[in-house]
């Protein structure tokens, strides 16, 4: 799920979708209108899951889509070699996510523990143990 803003209310340490992928927002730079042309914004973003850079120029009128986080509370129930899974201690519902790409955080990841992950786009992400 998404929901369209205008480009000149992005703010650096948002969040975007760039081509396709869900991203956080790293700069904004904003240009003056000239003569002929309105304002301009420069938006550079890295993927959520993928950590690759994306950079976009747009007329700050124009509409981008923003991801719908749902950050979530779980409990690790079981570690696959491919994966990881979670029960989601509100519904109680079990969901696979993919390793994080952190070392540390990868290294805390047993069954017990209770995590914070996001659902964005249908996609999941490991982001803390608590």
Known sequence: ??????VG????????IVDGEPCR????????????????ARIVAIGIFD????????????????PMIEKRSGQIFAVT???????DLET?????APF???EDLKAKLVPGVEVEYW???GRVKIIRTK
């Open 119 to 121: 659902r964005i786009l």
């Open 25 to 40: 927002i790293v700069d904004v730079t904003k240009s003056k209108p000239g003569k002929h042309g309105s304002a301009k």
């Open 100 to 102: 994080p790409e952190e």
């Open 9 to 16: 209310s992005l703010r650096v340490g948002g969040y975007i």
């Open 92 to 96: 109680y519902e079990y969901l696979d």
């Open 1 to 6: 799920m998404s929901k369209p803003v205008a």
């Open 81 to 87: 070699p491919s994966s990881v899974q979670i029960m």
């Open 51 to 66: 950590g690759a850079k994306r950079s976009f120029v747009k007329p700050v009128g124009a509409n981008v889509e923003v």
